[in-house]
């Protein structure tokens, strides 16, 4: 759980010097130290960070400590400096100001610390990402590299920054760094060539004999050993816990993430390896013939080597060391240098060379951390310049040094008290007035254009004449005697005061933060800062890519006769600059303190740190504090910040915003005195007011945010559900559209298929009538073809010479048939049957004709004879036809009974009375009547009987009598056997179990027995309901006398008496008739 403390919360001492009670120096040092002996290095006075230099490393600068003061409150937590860095980072990234952090502290008391820490907090809360944290990881591997070439060992500080530095730190909108801008200011260069006891020369000249390859050392000429080196002093080369080899690896390291090339590190570790060469030259008098003294190189190694390592021919800087020329108008004149002036040329080399190395530097850093594209950024500047120092010489730099932070009290009493003061005033607020000493003198004595130390330097600088330090400090003495805050021995005298702490060399000024002791040795050169002009065409003349760069005015082409701005003026302009550029930002102040001087731990001296209070004005700033309100702003920005905590004002105010706020705090629980209205803005007396107002407005826009999320999440998922919905529909829409384009294609091709069968099924069908009508037509053309050809054959054939043998053969045949025709006609034989005679046949090819012809002539006239015939005589015809199928060429007799007509009635029995009874005992009609002879079978006799044929039966009558014997009725007859001779024997045989058959069958014999037997079976023929009477031919046959059955057989016989027949009994069972032949 997130552990909440606050300002008040478990604090030693307390927290925000603004709530000590009773305020007084010794309680607001009490309440330090007592926070001190803690570990509590951080004290507030308002907004204002108060920093006590720990000199051990706190566990209170991790990532969780980090984390702990991201994004809160000020006054949230127990003081620390990130608490600074976030209000400072979080006003500049959410309200849009440009912030600068104004470190300000004496040398030692953590002001570099105290930026870096700054800065490092803001790397871990910014933004992250591949090419942020490149820009980040560049802005801070640029602090190494130019503290070890700005930083020395001194004896206040083992990491004294020996230059100012001001770091613009650019970000986008979103509070993203983008890149940054390092001004340098006034490097102590008089460093390189001298440094007082116990301290030590920059840095990089230690990490470099330390911590170099032996190679790379031997590449640049150089030795380990630092006491081979007259710039080096040697009794502080080693520093405890400064580890000077494992610093170089650092700053190639960081060199290289910082974007130079190698040969630009090989290049400046060149010039600084140079410089610690032309600290080894030394020079000899030399006399003259003209007895001018001049001054010679006494080992002209060192000058060799380091001629080679900045390829400069060695003559060329040999005599830049032996001669002066000056130009003056079209004159030169050259003038030799003796060995001080030799040595100062030296040294002049030296430190210009090193100064202007330092200044590359920053310019080249300054091109790999610049910040892309040319949008305006939000810009954060943080301050880090030489706290102010007092020595036991001071000399020029001290001087500008202390200049400088004259001028940053002067800032921060221009921000913090008086224009606080003043705005209380302005703003109609109740105030009472706090006394404040006010540096605004100290500044004026310093920078006046008119009689400002500086200005005096320069006048007396650019003077003609003898110029010397102690011409310029009679100046000074003079012109400054009535200044209260300056002092030197002249301008005491004029007023008849004794001062023996003040040498007459020297001049002493009250700063703000105590008096200091000026020695003016060395103030005119050092602002002149004069290199003679042959020493800077030397320099680039070197064969060197860095060296010319360096050196631009020894381009002889550019000869400029003009004096170069001195380092006084120089240092003046760009700390106005400076000032203008931090007085558009919204300050934030970090004051370091030093709890003691001999750089330890855990001693907190009362009367060091009770002096830093004083100077650093820090009582007043709490008083200021006390009187007045810890938070002011506009009506507007007030109101637009805090509109959210009413009702009334939220979302937009319509009226003044004045009133926007009165209705607003009105409507809070805020107690009526921690507030005042002024003219335009409103004063919070607390910070817990301020607190409380953050805190609820904090509230406010978590409701809010949730509200806008609320909504936004309703709007999202809204327009989600209607994306979808739509979506939905679109997919839908197309996957109905292939459903059914799917469907509609199976039924079209389904539909193509019925079709493709259909229309296939019709074109055979066509097609099958097509073929059948071509074929018709084929036919009909074939037929018709023919046809024609037969048409025309037939037409024209009578034209063809081929058919005319034919055609005359046809007429012949036709005249010889029709000559046939004719005289057959004239020929034709007798209409009777029996006519048998026929013409001859004239051709032999006639032969089928003439036979055919006759043979249809003869049906003809059968046909003819036929049609003459009666109804009687056809009857007759029949039975004579019907006598030819039963007896032609069967029986003998046949042929002579063909020409004898079948009478029938014979015996004319209707006519002849004496059958007159006969005739009325038959029913039916009489067909046929004859005397037939009665074969007895005893003897073979016969008895003639009368033989009556009705149309049912066969009668048997006494021939004298005409009694009827014997009536068969026809169907009582089975059949009739005859011979197959010429005799006139017949037999009935009657069928067994008959009534007729019980006097046996009759054997009888007629004259007519064809006609007989004919008409018998003609009653079979017509008579439907009868059976055909069978007749049997044969020359033997068996006859059923009553009970005996006797075989009659023919047999031929001689004739005797004529042609009778006779008949003889043989035995019981056989009868012999003998009939004679014929022939
Ligand atoms: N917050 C701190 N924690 C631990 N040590 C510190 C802290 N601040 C300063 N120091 C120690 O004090 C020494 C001096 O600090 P720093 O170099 O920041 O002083 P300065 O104010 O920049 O001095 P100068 O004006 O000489 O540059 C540091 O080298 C370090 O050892
Ligand atoms: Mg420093």
């Not at 004794?498 to 008096?515: M, V, W």
Request: aromatic share 10%; hydrophobic share 35%.
């Amino acid at each position: 759980m997130e552990v909440k403390t606050s300002l008040l919360d478990n604090m030693i001492g307390v927290g925000d010097m603004v709530l000590l009670e009773p305020l007084s120096e010794d309680s607001f040092i009490e309440n330090l130290k007592n926070r001190f002996e803690h570990s509590e290095i951080y004290t507030y006075i308002g907004s204002v960070v108060i920093s006590m230099n720990p000199y051990r490393n706190l566990p209170i600068f991790t990532p969780e400590k980090v984390e702990e003061y991201r994004n809160r409150n000020f006054y949230e937590l127990s003081p620390h400096i990130y608490a600074l860095a976030d209000e400072a980072y979080r006003s500049l990234r959410d309200q849009d100001k440009d912030q600068c952090i104004l470190i300000t502290g004496e040398s030692g008391a953590g002001k570099t610390e105290a930026s870096k820490l700054v800065m490092s907090y803001v790397a871990a809360v910014c933004g992250k990402g591949q090419e942020v944290n490149k820009v980040k990881e560049q802005l801070l591997q640029s602090n190494p590299v130019l503290e070890a070439f700005g930083n020395a060992k001194t004896v206040r500080n083992d990491n004294s920054s020996r230059f100012g530095k001001y770091m613009d730190i650019e970000f986008d909108f979103k509070g993203d760094p983008l890149g940054g801008v390092i001004s340098n200011y006034l490097l102590e260069k008089s460093r390189v060539v001298k440094q007082p006891r116990g301290e030590r020369n920059f840095h990089v000249f230690y990490q470099l004999l330390s911590g170099a390859s032996d190679e790379s050392l031997k590449k640049l000429k150089l030795h380990r050993d630092f006491s081979k080196y007259n710039y080096l002093s040697l009794d502080s080369a080693a520093v405890n816990g400064l580890d000077d080899a494992a610093n170089f690896r650092t700053v190639r390291n960081a060199m290289q993430i910082v974007g130079f090339m190698e040969d630009e590190v090989q290049s400046v570790l060149e010039l600084v390896a140079a410089v610690l060469k032309l600290g080894n030259i030394e020079f000899k008098p030399d006399s003259r013939s003209n007895g001018s003294d001049e001054s010679r190189i006494k080992d002209k190694n060192d000058l060799k080597e380091m001629c080679e390592l900045l390829g400069i021919e060695q003559s060329v800087l040999e005599r830049a060391f032996s001669y002066r020329t000056v130009e003056a108008k079209s004159e030169k004149v050259s003038t030799t240098l003796n060995v001080a002036q030799a040595y100062y040329a030296r040294d002049a080399l030296a430190k210009n060379l090193y100064s202007r190395l330092f200044s590359w530097l920053v310019t080249r850093i300054n091109e790999s951390i610049k910040a892309q594209g040319k949008t305006r950024h939000k810009v954060m500047g943080v301050l880090d310049i030489y706290g102010f120092e007092i020595f036991e010489e001071n000399s020029f730099e001290q001087f500008i040094i202390n200049y400088c932070n004259e001028k940053l009290q002067q800032i921060f009493i221009e921000l913090t008290l008086r224009e606080e003061q003043e705005e209380y005033i302005r703003e109609g607020i109740e105030w009472t007035n706090i006394e404040y000493f006010n540096n605004a003198v100290i500044c004026n004595l310093i920078e006046n254009n008119k009689n400002g130390i500086l200005a005096m330097l320069d006048e007396e600088c650019l003077r003609p004449g003898t110029v010397t330090d102690e011409t310029f400090l009679d100046k000074l003495s003079t012109v400054c005697a009535e200044h209260q805050h300056f002092e030197s021995r002249l301008s005491k005298n004029s007023k008849f005061l004794t001062d023996h702490s003040l040498p007459h060399n020297c001049f002493r000024i009250q700063h703000y933060a105590g008096k200091v002791l000026y020695r003016a040795e060395g103030f005119v050169d050092k602002n002149n800062d004069l290199l003679y002009r042959d020493l800077s065409q030397a320099m680039y003349k070197a064969n060197h890519s860095l060296i010319k760069q360096l050196f631009p005015e020894g381009n002889p082409a550019k000869v400029n006769l003009k004096r170069p701005p001195t380092a006084g003026f120089q240092f003046k302009a760009s700390v106005g600059t400076l000032m203008r550029n931090l007085q558009t930002k919204n300050p934030n102040y970090i004051r370091c303190i030093k709890p003691n001087d001999k750089k330890a731990s855990h001693i907190f001296t009362d009367s060091l740190v009770r002096h830093q209070v004083r100077y650093l004005g820090l009582m007043e700033n709490v008083r200021v504090r006390r009187a007045g309100y810890a938070f002011r702003q506009p009506y507007e920005p007030c109101l637009e910040r805090y509109k959210m905590l009413c009702k009334r004002t939220w979302p937009h105010w319509q009226g003044p915003a004045r009133e926007g706020v009165e209705v607003m705090m009105s409507a809070l629980p805020v107690p009526a005195e921690e507030f005042s209205y002024g003219r335009s803005k409103i004063f919070i007396r607390n910070p817990r007011t301020l607190f409380f107002l953050e805190e609820r407005r904090r509230q406010c826009l978590q409701d809010l945010a949730t509200l806008i999320q609320k909504i936004y999440r309703g709007w999202k998922c809204r327009s989600h559900f209607l994306l979808l919905k739509k979506s939905q529909i679109v997919v839908s829409a197309w996957y109905r559209r292939y459903a059914q384009q799917k469907k509609y294609k199976k039924i079209k091709s389904a539909t193509t298929v019925v079709q493709s069968y259909t229309r296939g099924w019709q074109a055979r069908k066509l097609l099958r009538e097509l073929k059948h009508q071509k074929r018709c037509v084929q036919a009909v053309t074939t037929i018709s073809a023919f046809w024609h050809g037969t048409q025309i054959r037939r037409e024209y054939r009578k034209f063809f010479r081929a058919n005319a043998g034919r055609k005359i053969y046809d007429f012949t045949i036709q005249r010889i048939m029709q000559k046939y025709f004719l005289g057959l006609k004239s020929t034709l034989p007798s209409m009777s049957p029996v006519d048998k005679n026929w013409p001859a046949r004239p051709y032999l090819f006639l032969g089928g004709v003439h036979s055919e012809l006759r043979r249809i002539f003869h049906l003809w006239r059968c046909k003819k004879y036929r049609s003459k015939f009666t109804e009687e005589k056809k009857a007759v015809y029949e039975e004579k036809l019907e006598a030819s199928e039963i007896f032609k060429d069967k029986k003998a007799l046949y042929p002579s009974s063909v020409s004898q007509p079948f009478k029938g009635d014979y015996l004319e029995i209707n006519k002849n009375p004496k059958y007159q009874k006969l005739s009325i005992a038959m029913e039916d009609k009489v067909l046929l009547a004859d005397v037939v002879n009665k074969i007895n079978r005893a003897n073979g006799k016969g008895t003639a009987r009368l033989f009556l044929l009705t149309k049912n039966s066969v009668v048997l009558a006494d021939q004298k009598t005409g009694q009827v014997k014997a009536s068969v009725p026809l169907p009582d007859l089975s059949s009739v056997s005859v011979s197959t001779q010429s005799d006139g024997f017949f037999a009935l045989k009657l069928k067994e179990g008959s009534a007729s058959a019980v006097k046996g069958d009759f054997l009888l014999s007629s004259e007519h027995l064809i006609e007989i037997i004919t008409k018998m079976h003609r009653m079979g023929t017509t008579a439907s309901d009868r059976e055909q009477l069978d007749i049997d031919i044969s020359d033997e046959f068996l006859v059923q006398f009553k009970h005996d059955k006797v075989c009659v057989k023919f047999i031929p016989g001689v004739p005797k008496n004529g042609n009778s027949v006779s008949c003889k009994r043989k035995n019981n069972r056989l009868l012999e008739v003998s009939v004679p032949s014929t022939a």
